[in-house]
């Protein structure tokens, strides 16, 4: 593997330190002294003089040395006497009458310095521009190139997502055997587009593409074909098809297509910026090249409804494939290849763990289970067990724990019987997620306390009761507050934000409303894989708008209703439950539902 070494500022001053030493050695080495004439006389008659050479103006000559080893010493001065080879022939001395070149001492003496001063510049812009290598190469792809062996990543390393890794087997098979799709005469897609959720594995699963061809591997972002300078992305783009061509057959994958391929003309400065020049010619490559030379072009995204529509005709991405959030099946599969990584492993209930964490994707998951390694060498414990796994659950969820966090005795029983009413209308209302846990240790950054409620089964359907007792739960807390305080806190404004989006997506996106009928209302569809929350433009009036807003208010107040009825008839329940949760600070749904019984047979 290449190091690579960091870039210290000792290295400029050593270099200048030892360019500043050159310099004064052969200054001090190579220096001509001027001296006046009668000094040169008395030289003469002391016997100091070497030897010298005679111009018309100028006598330059070099003394003998005081010791054996001594650097010589030159000398100048003027010429005074016409015939002066008289009396350099009385003292001996050897002379010419021409003057010793001084240029290649002079050019060593000023163009070594330069040198020094011109390599340390280049290695500067060297360090400074590591992957550039200089101006003449911007417009060279930024592409890294993997071979299989560098990758070492094979569909043994993927799970929970077999439909896609189907899909992708067939590419598999072409790279392996073009021949035999040669032979009846078929072409393979020259794009294919992994589309999904953020973690759910798309840059994962293009890996194992490439470890499963054992072919080079070209791996870039979308965001870094776009630059300032105009012309850049583009010339990128052909330097990435060329050497793709070279290293046929191979894989091109663009992850984050949708920073390059966003639809032209959408929040650009007109028809010809950077961006949508790098595009044009992402087209034109795509149509340029045979699918039969053996380069396949992979791309990832979440957001392919901004992909501009010319990207996704036929001949260009032609197939897409969904990389979706894994069912409890795919979980387990994706805990159970992430936990063979963990040395010291517990008896552990994969399927309970795989119910647990219904929603989340596979970087969730690998997050998941280092958090629980961490959490079991912190507490110093043998093996990861079941205990380790159910807290990283809710670290993820609800965020750190904060036992540190001083809360008064009169707040912390505001939490206390918030928290517990959010249980006990949950429990009392048919097909809602169970009740797991009840705690009032303080949790992230805001939350004093929380009801973990976690699913059975994946949902991939809600009836319209079925969303009417989750407003109603959402209310449970704020029902509490206002039957035993008989005031309401502030605790409650992250219920009523959700509740409040769950009773107007029934209005204007799955028409539950009886007034506004079966109408769809939400105008420009949201992006499939994106988070909820993102505004969208309006396509209805004003008069409409109004009634939605009051069809929300009445969903909402009609369930604050059913989760005051609730409270009211479970007061006993509460008043119970509290004692424990407060001695406690946590209580988990079978407790609950115990003191809920006995309640009930007592009342």
Same mark, same amino acid.
């Given at each position: 593997?290449k190091?690579?070494?960091?870039?210290s500022?000792?290295?400029?001053?050593?270099?200048?330190w030892?360019?500043?030493?050159?310099?004064?050695?052969?200054?001090s080495?190579m220096a001509?002294?001027?001296?006046p004439?009668?000094e040169?006389?008395?030289y003469l008659?002391?016997g100091?003089v070497?030897?010298?050479?005679i111009?018309a103006?100028?006598?330059?000559?070099?003394l003998?040395p005081?010791?054996?080893?001594?650097r010589?010493?030159?000398?100048?001065t003027v010429?005074?006497?016409?015939?002066?080879?008289?009396m350099?022939?009385?003292?001996?001395?050897?002379y010419?009458?021409?003057?010793?070149?001084?240029?290649?001492?002079?050019?060593?003496s000023?163009l070594l310095?330069?040198?020094?001063f011109?390599?340390v510049?280049?290695f500067l812009m060297?360090?400074?521009?590591?992957?550039?290598?200089?101006?003449?190469? !911007?417009?060279k792809?930024?592409a890294?190139i993997?071979k299989?062996e560098d990758t070492?990543?094979?569909?043994?390393?993927v799970a929970g997502?077999?439909e896609?890794?189907a899909?992708?087997?067939?590419?598999i098979?072409?790279?392996?055997?073009?021949?035999?799709?040669?032979e009846f005469?078929g072409k393979m897609?020259k794009g294919?587009?992994?589309v999904g959720?953020p973690?759910t594995?798309?840059?994962l699963?293009?890996?194992?593409v490439?470890?499963?061809?054992n072919?080079?591997?070209?791996s870039?972002s979308g965001?870094?074909?776009?630059?300032?300078?105009?012309?850049?992305?583009a010339a990128r783009?052909?330097d990435?098809?060329?050497? *793709?061509?070279?290293?046929s057959?191979?894989i091109?994958?663009?992850?984050e297509?949708d920073?390059?391929?966003k *639809?032209r003309?959408?929040?650009?400065?007109? #028809?010809h910026?950077e +961006?949508e020049q790098? %595009?044009?010619q992402?087209?034109?490559?795509?149509d340029g090249?045979?699918?039969?030379?053996?380069v396949?072009l992979l791309?990832?995204?979440?957001?392919?409804?901004?992909?501009d529509?010319? /990207?996704l005709?036929?001949?260009?991405f032609?197939?897409?494939?969904l990389v979706?959030?894994p069912?409890?099946?795919g979980?387990?599969?994706?805990i159970?290849?992430h936990?063979q990584?963990?040395?010291?492993?517990?008896d552990?209930?994969?399927?309970? /763990?795989?119910?647990?964490?219904a #929603?989340?994707?596979?970087a969730? /998951?690998?997050n998941?289970?280092?958090?629980?390694?961490l !959490?079991?060498?912190r507490a110093?414990?043998d093996k990861v067990e079941m205990a380790?796994?159910?807290?990283?659950v809710?670290r993820?969820v609800?965020g750190l724990?904060k036992k540190n966090?001083?809360?008064?005795?009169k707040e912390?029983?505001?939490v206390a019987y918030h928290?517990?009413?959010h249980?006990i209308v949950?429990?009392?209302?048919?097909d809602?997620?169970p009740?797991?846990k009840i705690? $009032?240790?303080?949790?992230?950054?805001a *939350?004093l #306390?929380y009801t973990?409620?976690?699913p059975?089964e994946? +949902?991939? !359907?809600?009836?319209r009761t079925?969303?009417l007792?989750?407003?109603?739960t959402?209310?449970?807390?704020r029902?509490a507050?206002?039957?035993i305080?008989e005031?309401?806190s502030?605790g409650?404004?992250n219920d009523?934000?959700?509740?409040?989006d769950? *009773?107007?997506?029934?209005v204007?996106?799955?028409g539950?409303?009886?007034s506004?009928g079966?109408?769809?209302?939400k105008?420009?569809a949201?992006?499939?894989? %994106?988070q909820p929350?993102?505004?969208?433009?309006?396509?209805?009036s004003?008069?409409?708008?109004?009634m939605?807003d009051?069809?929300v208010?009445?969903? $909402?107040d009609e369930q604050?209703?059913?989760?005051l009825?609730i409270?009211q008839?479970? +007061?006993?329940?509460i008043e119970?439950a509290?004692?424990?949760?407060l001695?406690?600070?946590?209580?988990?749904g079978?407790?609950? +539902?115990e003191i809920?019984?006995?309640?009930?047979?007592?009342?």
């Open positions: 593997m190091k690579h070494h960091k870039f500022i000792w290295y400029f001053i050593v270099g200048i030892l360019v500043l030493i050159m310099q004064n050695y052969l200054a080495s001509v002294r001027t001296i004439y009668s040169f006389v008395g008659e002391q100091k070497a030897e010298v050479a111009s103006n100028e006598i330059q000559g070099r003998q005081e010791k054996e080893g001594d010589p010493q030159y000398f100048k010429r005074v006497e016409p015939d002066i080879s008289e350099l022939n009385s003292y001996n001395i050897q010419s009458g021409t003057i010793e070149s001084t240029l290649i001492r002079d050019l060593i000023w310095p330069v040198f020094l011109l390599g510049w280049f060297k360090k400074m521009m590591p992957q550039q290598q200089g101006f003449m190469a !911007l417009g792809s930024k890294k993997y299989q070492g990543i094979t569909f043994q390393d997502v077999e896609a890794q899909e992708l087997e067939e590419i098979d072409f790279l392996k055997n073009p021949d035999k799709f040669a005469g897609p294919l587009l992994l959720p973690g594995g798309k840059t699963l293009a890996k194992a490439a470890g499963e061809s072919v080079p591997f070209f870039i965001s870094e074909f776009v630059e300032m300078f105009v012309g850049l992305g783009v052909r990435l098809f060329e050497e *793709a061509k070279k290293n057959p191979c091109i994958f663009i992850d297509l920073a390059l391929g *639809a003309g959408v929040g650009g400065y007109g #028809g910026d +961006r790098t %595009l044009n992402l087209l034109v490559e795509l090249f045979d699918a039969n030379i053996g396949i791309a990832a995204t979440n957001r392919p409804e901004v992909l529509p010319a /990207l005709r036929p001949g260009r032609d197939r897409q494939v979706d959030r069912d409890k099946d979980r387990k599969k994706i159970e290849l936990l990584k963990v040395k010291r492993v517990g552990l209930d994969i399927d309970r /763990l795989a119910s647990m964490t #929603g989340m994707v596979g969730d /998951l690998a998941l289970v280092n958090e629980a390694t !959490l079991a060498v110093q414990k380790q796994f159910e807290e990283a809710e993820i609800a724990e966090r001083l809360i008064n005795p912390r029983k505001i928290e517990l009413g249980a949950s429990m009392s209302l048919p809602t997620d009740v797991q705690t $009032i240790v303080p949790r992230g950054i *939350a #306390g973990m409620q976690l059975t994946d +949902r991939f !359907l809600m009836s079925e969303l007792n989750k407003i109603a959402l209310l449970g807390g029902a507050e206002q039957t305080f005031e309401i502030t409650a404004h009523l934000a959700k509740a409040t769950i *009773a107007r997506s029934m204007i996106e799955y539950m409303s009886e506004l079966q109408v769809y209302l105008g420009d949201k992006g499939q894989f %994106l929350g993102l505004a969208s433009r309006s396509e209805h004003d008069e409409t708008s109004r939605i009051q069809e208010r009445r969903i $909402i604050y209703k059913v989760a009825i409270i008839e479970q +007061r006993n329940t119970k509290v004692k424990v949760l001695d406690r600070e946590k209580i988990t079978e407790e609950l +539902r809920m019984n006995d309640s009930e047979k007592s009342g």
